[in-house]
């Protein structure tokens, strides 16, 4: 899976701006003012990421960490930037603080393990993810086991990663990613009626279906011998996302299908 697809799915920084004031007192309330004010500082700083503008993002962090120097969010998101620049041994510094500041904390044990997963640490990831999702505070255990699962396939190790899978699947039957994910475990493995019946409960669930998904469908078909079901999934691959990769992939003649019908 590519990085812009885990990073598709999983919460890379959750982090949410603190309600009430912040001040500058050096009242007997100065202290959680101060953690207060780091804790909104990390929130421009994540909303500055995400606008791309670095510099700012940056201030805001190192502010945050000034504020508040055992804020586990504020290093979290520090290893975000990192990683957003290429500076992958700082990233690694900043998420080990992190975790060395809140060891316990499901989002940042996530976020690491995500890091972990995309630089070639698929294996040392796989701890991680479990952590989170066996944490009974974390929301969403589904996407996690789903990302260990992932990350298994990348070792590779397949039956681990269809472990994770349906175990992402008992607590969420519906959850799309995993049920993208099965498909494609069931397809390179030659299962083409389980990957069938995977595509077709993910498009059941899904609000808007997408390009992979839509190319897993023209090969499941196409090797079920299903002509006109392949077919039908270029047809509506080439309509719905014409200048994808998954597209100009199809081969011709579902190129052509797809544009006469």
Same mark, same amino acid.
């Given at each position: ?11 890379? !920084? ?12 050096? @009242? ?18 994540? !909303? ?15 502010? !945050? ?10 290093? @979290?998101?520090?290893? $975000? ?55 009974? $505070? ?27 899978? +349906? ?22 493995? +030659? ?18 279906? +997408? ?7 023209? +090969?499941?078909?196409? !090797? ?38």
């Amino acid at each position: 899976m590519s990085k812009s697809r885990i990073a598709g799915f999983l919460a890379m !920084a959750a982090l949410f701006i603190l309600a009430g004031c912040v001040t500058t007192s050096t @009242s007997p309330g100065e202290k959680v003012s101060l953690k207060q004010a780091s804790q909104y500082n990390v929130a421009l700083g994540v !909303a500055y990421l995400r606008q791309g503008n670095r510099d700012l993002a940056m201030h805001k962090l190192q502010s !945050a960490i000034q504020q508040d120097p055992d804020n586990a969010d504020a290093y @979290s998101a520090l290893g $975000l930037l990192y990683d957003s620049i290429g500076d992958i041994d700082r990233a690694d510094e900043a998420y080990r603080k992190a975790l060395n500041k809140a060891p316990q904390d499901p989002q940042i044990q996530n976020n690491y393990a995500v890091f972990l997963c995309q630089h070639g640490k698929p294996e040392k990831s796989e701890k991680y993810f479990l952590q989170a999702a066996k944490n009974p $505070l974390y929301p969403t255990p589904e996407a996690a086991y789903t990302n260990a699962g992932v990350c298994a396939n990348r070792i590779p190790d397949p039956a681990a990663a269809e472990q994770y899978f +349906r175990r992402a699947l008992d607590i969420n039957p519906n959850f799309p990613e995993a049920l993208y994910q099965m498909a494609r475990l069931s397809y390179g493995r +030659r299962h083409y009626l389980e990957a069938r019946a995977f595509i077709e409960r993910f498009n059941s669930v899904s609000p808007q279906s +997408r390009a992979a998904i839509l190319l897993l469908g023209v +090969r499941t078909e196409q !090797a079920l011998g299903n002509t006109r079901g392949a077919a039908e999934y270029a047809k509506k691959l080439l309509k719905l996302y014409p200048t994808s990769r998954e597209a100009q992939q199809l081969d011709q003649s579902y190129n052509h299908a797809g544009r006469s019908g």
